[in-house]
């Protein structure tokens, strides 16, 4: 299941066995200098790579790789960014039963 609002991080979930990601956002749009919620880092996305069995469907894997989004275009997020967005991912995702870390290679 995909869920596209709210455009800042939102819970990751294994619900019987499949993935849902929630707050998925636009990857990239027109919200850009709109002011009053910078806290929750609405230039920070993600892009999802997710493994599923091709027979039935189950989820295996996630691999996110966070970009921030400048000037209607994406880049890479540093590494500040980065490690924000999976603590951020990690704190709302573990009432769901599941964590979030920075893999070896950012």
């Given at each position: 299941?995909?869920?596209?609002?709210s455009?800042h991080p939102?819970?990751i979930e294994?619900?019987r066995g499949?993935?849902?990601?929630?707050g998925?956002?636009d990857?990239?749009n027109?919200?850009?200098?709109?002011?009053?919620?910078?806290?929750?880092r609405?230039?920070?996305r993600l892009?999802?790579?997710?493994s599923?069995?091709?027979?039935d469907?189950?989820?295996?894997?996630l691999?996110?790789?966070q970009m921030?989004a400048?000037?209607?275009r994406l880049e890479?997020?540093?590494?500040?960014?980065?490690q924000?967005?999976?603590a951020?991912?990690?704190?709302?995702?573990r009432?769901f039963?599941?964590?979030?870390?920075?893999g070896?290679?950012g």
């Amino acid at each position: 299941m995909h869920g596209h609002f709210s455009h800042h991080p939102r819970p990751i979930e294994v619900y019987r066995g499949r993935l849902v990601l929630s707050g998925c956002g636009d990857l990239v749009n027109d919200y850009e200098g709109i002011c009053g919620h910078e806290e929750f880092r609405g230039d920070l996305r993600l892009l999802y790579l997710a493994s599923v069995d091709p027979s039935d469907g189950a989820f295996r894997r996630l691999r996110m790789i966070q970009m921030r989004a400048r000037r209607l275009r994406l880049e890479r997020a540093s590494t500040e960014q980065a490690q924000w967005l999976a603590a951020k991912l990690d704190s709302v995702s573990r009432p769901f039963g599941c964590g979030v870390d920075l893999g070896g290679d950012g």
